[in-house]
């Protein structure tokens, strides 16, 4: 899990589509059709935003530093 589920705010909106984000991760979002949906497409857009910042290299949010290494 990249983003501990207790860090990832997960709400219904006026449609029905279940969206989650996080304030680690600003920008970054997903939604499903329910919670469980949502989340896991969360973790999966958090890891993807994540390695575009190591490939690009920008800078990691200071949450995510220690968990994220660069390799050759």
């Known amino acids: 899990m ?3 589920l ?3 705010q997960i709400r219904q909106d006026e449609d029905g589509v ?3 984000k996080s304030l680690l ?3 970054c979002h997903a ?3 329910d919670r469980g949906e ?3 497409r969360f973790q999966q857009a958090a ?3 994540l390695e575009a910042l190591l490939e690009t290299g920008r800078p ?3 949450a995510f530093r220690d968990k994220f290494v660069l390799t050759a």
């Open 60 to 62: 990691i949010p200071r």
């Open 25 to 27: 991760l600003p920008g």
């Open 18 to 20: 279940w969206i989650a």
């Open 47 to 49: 890891k993807a935003q």
């Open 6 to 8: 207790s860090k990832v």
């Open 38 to 40: 949502a989340a896991l």
């Open 31 to 33: 939604q499903g059709r």
């Open 2 to 4: 990249i983003v501990p």
